[in-house]
């Protein structure tokens, strides 16, 4: 059974093991003296935040007074002194000025409700963060939602006389931006945020801004995953729970001042520069770093506890999702998940499904907002792309179409749909989350048929799954490091000669689509197309 937090039982014993006081993410606190009270909402009016709270129990009090706190993302409970207060009631709402646009802005923080008992602030509640920062946003873009099938694009190749992506029919372009790339650098572009002046790089956002300004005038859709590699000097992004280790990227550092302003100041600038509005493009979704659920290898952290890692990623997700939403109301803002399932790859993993469970869990309890999700289905094994003959036994039997399958590839997406439509998993307005598979890719070292033959197949499963909102392939132009590693899942070799994958890939949504699945089913011995996908 995966480890779930739904029950306070866990929530409990998450506080003890963590925070040792209380529990930010329990919905209520029970306990001898502090009643039976919560937060209900946390919402912008106009330039007031309005927090309303519920008590079936009053907890006794020195003055019979609800106290309001602020508090940041990473403090344990209240400090300072309260933003507001009310006399306690069943019913109560707080009202308090935003201060968007300075150093007192709230827009970040949580609340949460306290009592004064013998002269100190006692907490009686959980937490809740903002639900609605998209009515910051001004003149937010339609989304580019002309259709599902996605590519992530050679840099190379991007405008400048070249017309391959076009030529292709990329209805969804993919990048990705490293964070510290913008910070610091030449200090050529200046962003004053909420009272605070920040420096970014010119030399890297105009490449940055030709990559995405050239595919939105192609009119094409564009996702871009945000990273966060280590870079000297600039140690202050990187979370205090995943220094002095080793990954390819590391944990968002919501956990202290310094790293928490940086963070909400690049993504909010980045959200508004690329918000289709400033003529540098348009960007309809973001990921908030890539594979979390590999955290050693992809989002490094130093921690082993699911609920802690969990909750840390939680804050990561949700003050990006606050600050691109704040520039861009129609953005989708996505958590990344690879294709182990249910299975542990390595002790430095967890699994995807119980992972987002345990951050679904948690976001609801504080505040549920419209994240949706990104998800990475690769076969099993990885370079392995003729998945209608598998491998071995094992690796048939890593692929299953039932909930508890070890692994999600193309094959029983539908696995994956299914789980997102569980009443539990929905969006805060009960509507299935919207699910991006943001890289999927197939080698051609096994044949170019099946290469391609493989692409078409993911494609059709994508178009047949009405959850699904589009399919990135990984990637148009072979990447030697790839390569090196049996991946060699370019349309183009890596000198630009093209695979029978770019033909099929060209033509597979188009007019002559019908043919294309006809010879990929008779490569992958398919008797039955429409059966084999399992439509959603």
């Known amino acids: 059974m995966t480890?779930?937090?739904?029950?306070?039982?866990?929530?409990?014993?998450?506080?003890?093991?963590?925070?040792?006081?209380?529990?930010?993410?329990?919905?209520?606190?029970?306990?001898?003296?502090?009643?039976?009270?919560?937060?209900?909402?946390?919402?912008?009016?106009?330039?007031?935040?309005?927090?309303?709270?519920?008590?079936?129990?009053?907890?006794?009090?020195?003055?019979?007074?609800?106290?309001?706190?602020?508090?940041?993302?990473?403090?344990?409970?209240?400090?300072?002194?309260?933003?507001?207060?009310?006399?306690?009631?069943?019913q109560v709402q707080f009202s308090f000025n935003l201060e968007n646009k300075t150093t007192s802005c709230h827009l970040y923080d949580?609340?949460?409700?306290?009592?004064?008992?013998?002269?100190?602030?006692?907490?009686?509640?959980?937490?809740?963060?903002?639900?609605?920062?998209?009515?910051?946003?001004?003149?937010?873009?339609?989304?580019?939602?002309?259709?599902?099938?996605?590519?992530?694009?050679?840099?190379?190749?991007?405008?400048?006389?070249?017309?391959?992506a076009s030529q292709l029919g990329v209805q969804q372009a993919a990048y990705n931006i490293n964070l510290e790339d913008v910070i610091g650098g030449n200090g050529g572009v200046v962003f004053e945020y909420n009272g605070k002046t920040y420096n970014y790089d010119s030399s890297y956002l105009s490449q940055y801004d030709h990559a995405i300004r050239t595919s939105t005038q192609q009119g094409m859709g564009v996702t871009i995953v945000l990273l966060n590699p280590a870079v000297p000097g600039e140690e202050f992004m990187i979370s205090p729970f995943s220094r002095g280790g080793s990954g390819n990227y590391y944990m968002m550092n919501t956990s202290e001042d310094a790293g928490l302003e940086n963070l909400e100041a690049v993504v909010t600038y980045l959200a508004y520069r690329y918000n289709g509005q400033n003529?540098?493009?348009?960007?309809?979704?973001?990921?908030?770093?890539?594979?979390?659920?590999?955290?050693?290898?992809?989002?490094?952290?130093?921690?082993?506890?699911?609920?802690?890692?969990?909750?840390?990623?939680?804050?990561?997700?949700?003050?990006?999702?606050?600050?691109?939403?704040?520039?861009?109301?129609?953005?989708?803002?996505?958590?990344?998940?690879?294709?182990?399932?249910?299975?542990?790859?390595?002790?430095?993993?967890?699994?995807?499904?119980?992972?987002?469970?345990?951050?679904?869990?948690?976001?609801?309890?504080?505040?549920?907002?419209?994240?949706?999700?990104?998800?990475?289905?690769?076969?099993?094994?990885?370079?392995?792309?003729?998945?209608?003959?598998?491998?071995?036994?094992?690796?048939?039997?890593?692929?299953?179409?039932?909930?508890?399958?070890?692994?999600?590839?193309?094959?029983?997406?539908?696995?994956?749909?299914?789980?997102?439509?569980?009443?539990?998993?929905?969006?805060?307005?009960?509507?299935?989350?919207?699910i991006l598979l943001t890289e999927v890719g197939y080698s051609s070292t096994q044949g170019d048929e099946a290469q391609a033959a493989a692409i078409v197949y993911a494609y059709q499963r994508a178009a047949t799954n009405r959850y699904i909102n589009m399919i990135v392939f990984n990637r148009q132009t072979d990447y030697p490091v790839e390569v090196a590693q049996g991946l060699s899942v370019g349309l183009t070799g890596q000198d630009g000669t093209r695979k029978l994958a770019f033909e099929f890939y060209q033509q597979m949504n188009g007019a002559n689509a019908g043919a294309y699945v006809q010879r990929s089913a008779a490569i992958m011995g398919i008797p039955d197309w429409n059966a084999a996908m399992n439509a959603r």
């Open 110 to 164: 949580k609340f949460q409700v306290a009592v004064l008992q013998g002269g100190a602030f006692v907490p009686v509640t959980g937490v809740r963060y903002i639900s609605n920062p998209e009515v910051l946003a001004v003149g937010s873009p339609a989304r580019k939602n002309n259709g599902k099938k996605g590519l992530i694009l050679d840099g190379a190749k991007i405008g400048n006389g070249n017309t391959e």
């Open 279 to 434: 003529g540098f493009g348009q960007v309809d979704n973001w990921v908030v770093g890539n594979e979390v659920n590999a955290k050693n290898i992809w989002n490094h952290t130093n921690v082993s506890d699911e609920a802690q890692y969990a909750q840390l990623y939680a804050d990561a997700l949700r003050v990006c999702y606050t600050a691109i939403r704040s520039k861009n109301a129609n953005a989708y803002v996505c958590a990344s998940f690879d294709q182990n399932w249910t299975a542990i790859n390595n002790p430095s993993y967890f699994s995807a499904r119980s992972m987002l469970e345990v951050m679904n869990g948690i976001i609801t309890s504080q505040g549920n907002f419209d994240w949706a999700l990104a998800e990475h289905p690769y076969n099993y094994p990885m370079n392995w792309t003729s998945f209608w003959t598998p491998k071995s036994e094992k690796a048939a039997a890593m692929i299953q179409h039932t909930i508890d399958t070890p692994y999600l590839s193309m094959e029983n997406i539908e696995q994956l749909t299914d789980f997102m439509c569980q009443p539990g998993m929905r969006n805060t307005k009960g509507a299935v989350r919207p």
């Open 3 to 90: 480890k779930k937090i739904f029950s306070a039982l866990i929530g409990i014993a998450f506080s003890a093991a963590v925070f040792g006081v209380f529990s930010p993410f329990a919905v209520k606190a029970e306990a001898a003296g502090t009643g039976s009270v919560s937060v209900g909402s946390a919402s912008i009016a106009g330039e007031k935040v309005i927090v309303t709270a519920s008590a079936q129990e009053l907890p006794d009090s020195d003055d019979g007074k609800f106290y309001l706190f602020a508090e940041k993302v990473y403090q344990p409970g209240p400090a300072g002194s309260p933003v507001a207060s009310v006399p306690m009631g069943a």
